[in-house]
């Protein structure tokens, strides 16, 4: 009788890794993998972008002020970074922090939409079927030339309509 629930139990397990092995040799499961791979890779590239291009450019505009300092304190307190509010253990309100936050969503958010762009061009539209260079006699039901006057198989004086 335990050999019995053995063999069921070894028929379902195999059962179950075959199930799960055809589930990730899908092509689905490898291509969002492969885009969760490229994703995060893309979202470095951004971040990057953020922090070390823009982010000093409008520094530089707002005549020096980082966007990590602006913040507020909560205790009343006043300080000037907010790694001195932190060290302090004060509660604050980050919204240089957050606003870095809106640029970098809002920079990936428009590099996906120029490379959906960019895939929606490539994909090329099908191009409608030809017209059809036969027509059926309305009399016999044979295949003739659409341009025909007569149809060749029955004779019958075909409308030119």
Known sequence: MDNDKLKKANESTKGFFNEFRQFIVRGNVVDMAVGVIIGGAFGTIVKSLVDDIIMPVITLLTGGVHFENWFISLDGSHYATLAEAQEAGASTLNLGAF????????????????????LNKLH??????P????????????????E?????????VLDKA
């Open 99 to 118: 606003l870095d936050t809106i640029i970098y969503f809002l920079i990936v958010a428009f590099f996906i939409f120029l490379i959906v762009r960019m």
């Open 124 to 129: 090329k539209k099908p191009k409608p079927a």
């Open 131 to 146: 017209a059809p260079a036969t027509k059926v006699c309305p009399f016999c039901r044979s295949e003739i030339a659409k």
């Open 148 to 156: 025909a006057t007569r149809c060749p198989h029955c004779t019958s």
